[in-house]
C-alpha cells in the first residue's frame, strides 16, 4: 500500500491539490488523525510493506452517527474527496458514505486475496504470491527428503486464487480451493491421479476457508482414510501479508494511485480503479463489491495436467 500511497501524494501535488494523510483508516477520520502531506512524507517508503498510515477496522462507521461525525471531521479539515485503499471492508465502507454525504470517493484494490471484481489483480497480491512460493520452494525439500505429505494453507478468505496459482508457481501436486469444493472431492482425487500412482511425496495447497475446512482438516481426513501416508501441515499465516514488495506490485500500486488523482479530476465518484489487461478502468463500487470474481478454470486444469 506505501507504493499507492507515494503515488496519490505526489500525483495530488503536481496537480496542485494539497494532500492529507489519515491515520488507522476510517477509525482516523472519525478522530481526527490527520496530518498534511508533502512529498518528504512519502519518500523512501516505496519499498516497505504494510502501510505507513496504519490500519484498524473501525465498528463505529458502520453506524450512520459514526459516519456522520467522519463527515463533520471532512469540513472540519477542508477535505473534498477520499481515496481510499483496501479490500471489500473498506469499499463497502467508501460506498455507503459517498452515497449518504455525496462525497468523491475513488477507491483503490488493496488485498492479497485479489478478490475484487472489475480488476485482473489487486495491490499486495503478486507479493504474497511470491512470498507463497518461497516458502513452498523451502518445504518441499522436506517432502522430498522424507517422503511426505504436506499440507499448506495460505490465506484468501473464501477465495483461491492465491492458492491455485501458488500451486502452479510451486510446482504442487493440488491446490484445494473454495470455489469447486463442492463440485468434486478435491482430496480423493489427489490421491487416485497422484501422489497414489507415481509420488512418495506431494504438496497440496489450500485456501483457508470455511468451505475447505483449511489444511487441518484435511490432513486429519487422509489420517483416516488413508493411514498409510505420512502427513504433516504448515500454516502460513501472516507472513505472507509482509515483506518488502515485488516490483510488479510497486508498478500496479503506482499506476492505480496516479489513476485515483486522474479519476478525481475527472470528477469520477464512487469507483475503484482497477487493471484489466494492463490498462487501467474504472469500476463502479457496486460492481466490485457485489459482483464475484470467478476463478478461471483454464488453470485448474493446467495444474492437474502438469500435476501428473
Do not use: W
Not at 506505501?2 to 503515488?7: G, L, Q, Y
Not at 516497505?48 to 471532512?74: H, S, W, Y
Not at 505429505?149 to 508457481?169: C, H, T, W, Y
Request: proline share 3%; glycine share 8%.
Amino acid at each position: 500500500m506505501n507504493a499507492a500511497i507515494r503515488a496519490v501524494t505526489r500525483s495530488a501535488i503536481y496537480n496542485n491539490f494539497e494532500v492529507k494523510g489519515i491515520y488507522r483508516g476510517y477509525k482516523g477520520l472519525l478522530t481526527g488523525e490527520i496530518v498534511p502531506f508533502m512529498t518528504n512524507n512519502v519518500s523512501n517508503i516505496i519499498q516497505q510493506g504494510g502501510t505507513i498510515l496504519k490500519t484498524v477496522r473501525c465498528n463505529e462507521f458502520r453506524d450512520p452517527e459514526g459516519r456522520r461525525a467522519a463527515f463533520e471531521t471532512m469540513k472540519k479539515e477542508k477535505i473534498d474527496a477520499l481515496v481510499v485503499i483496501g479490500g471489500d471492508g473498506s469499499l463497502t465502507g467508501a460506498r455507503i458514505f459517498a452515497q449518504e454525504f455525496d462525497v468523491p470517493i475513488v477507491g483503490l484494490p488493496g488485498t492479497i486475496d485479489n478478490d475484487l471484481y472489475g480488476t485482473d489483480t489487486t495491490i499486495g497480491y503478486d507479493t504474497a504470491l511470491n512470498t507463497i512460493v518461497q516458502a513452498v520452494d523451502k518445504i518441499r525439500d522436506t517432502a522430498t527428503s522424507h517422503e511426505r505429505l504436506f499440507f499448506i494453507e495460505v490465506m484468501g478468505r473464501d477465495a483461491g486464487f492465491l492458492a491455485l496459482n501458488g500451486a502452479i508457481a510451486a510446482g504442487a501436486e493440488a491446490a484445494i480451493i473454495p470455489e469447486i469444493f463442492t463440485e468434486v472431492d478435491q482430496l480423493e482425487e489427489l490421491i487416485k491421479n497422484g501422489f497414489r500412482k507415481s509420488k512418495n511425496s506431494s504438496i497440496v495447497l489450500v485456501a483457508e476457508s470455511e468451505e475447505t475446512g483449511g489444511a487441518f482438516e484435511m490432513a486429519e481426513r487422509v489420517k483416516k482414510e488413508y493411514p498409510e501416508y505420512d502427513v504433516r501441515v504448515t500454516i502460513l499465516g501472516h507472513i505472507q501479508r509482509g515483506g518488502s514488495p515485488t516490483a510488479y506490485d510497486r508498478i500496479l500500486a503506482s499506476r492505480m494511485g496516479a489513476a485515483a488523482i486522474d479519476a478525481l479530476l475527472d470528477d469520477q465518484r464512487n469507483v475503484m480503479i482497477g487493471i484489466q489487461n494492463d490498462t487501467i478502468v474504472y469500476v463502479p463500487f457496486s460492481k466490485a463489491i457485489k459482483k464475484e470474481k470467478i476463478v478461471n478454470r483454464d488453470l485448474l486444469n493446467t495444474l492437474r495436467i502438469l500435476s501428473t
